[in-house]
């Protein structure tokens, strides 16, 4: 089955400086890879999404880039902010019937310093 | 506002108990998942429902039986649940399979 591996577990940054977060997936039917945010106490939120037909998406102070040949995806925030801070999944997706099995990775706990 | 809505918030049973936990989005979405989360860890995947058929099983243990009553609605029948089953257990939904999940809030379950 699909095993997704997330680095660093822990992350600190000082406010403003960039944060980047790097996965690895072991399955090459994978084709979408979700990126979530999830706070304290709350649910998971996907903050971004990207899939195998594309190499680079960008949403404001974050970004997505995807090597489907060496099986790695990266979460790139720019310019961070307090409100930042939280643990940060990857996940890798394949589809499955007519639903997705969407696996997570261990997750990054980012804090930002102010 | 979250458009998937979990009951209970939170939850505490027996080992001997049975209850269930229930899940609605009226979002149209036709694929359903229960998660678990524990503390400091990811979500893990249980069940898929696709157009109210299970489609995946991660097997879990049969004290953990779900139900898809109509695709508005995912339950999660509890029975001689173990404390180790304490955890969050998230309900989501999505459009299809191309599509991202989205969460509810979670069930807090504790077993005693």
């Known amino acids: 089955g699909e095993n997704v591996e997330q680095h660093p577990s822990t992350l600190s940054v000082q406010e403003g400086d960039s944060a980047v977060i790097k996965c690895t997936y072991s399955d090459s039917a994978s084709n979408y890879f979700p990126w979530y945010k999830q706070e304290l106490g709350k649910r998971p939120q996907l903050i971004i999404d990207?899939?195998?037909?594309?190499g680079e998406k960008k949403d404001q102070r974050i970004a997505v880039t995807l090597n489907k040949t060496a099986k790695h995806f990266s979460l790139h925030i720019t310019e961070t902010q307090p409100e930042d801070s939280a643990v940060y999944f990857c996940a890798a997706s394949m589809e499955w019937s007519s639903a997705s099995k969407i696996i997570f990775g261990s997750g990054t706990r980012l804090s930002i310093r102010p | 506002d979250t458009e998937v809505t979990q009951t209970p918030k939170h939850l505490v049973m027996g080992m001997t108990n049975k209850k269930s936990l229930k899940c609605e989005q009226h979002?149209?979405?036709?694929?359903m998942y229960w998660y678990k989360q524990k503390a400091k860890k990811p979500p893990e995947l249980m069940f898929v429902?696709?157009?109210?058929?299970?489609?995946i099983n991660e097997s879990v243990p049969s004290r953990f039986s779900p139900e898809c009553p109509n695709s508005s609605l995912l339950n999660l029948h509890l029975h001689a649940l173990q404390p180790e089953d304490s955890a969050l257990y998230l309900c989501?939904?999505?459009?299809?399979?191309?599509?991202?999940?989205?969460f509810g809030n979670g069930t807090r379950l504790t077993v005693t």
């Open positions: 979002m149209g979405h036709r694929a």
């Open positions: 990207i899939r195998s037909n594309v």
């Open positions: 989501a939904s999505s459009q299809d399979r191309y599509s991202p999940l989205h």
């Open positions: 429902y696709s157009y109210e058929k299970l489609s």
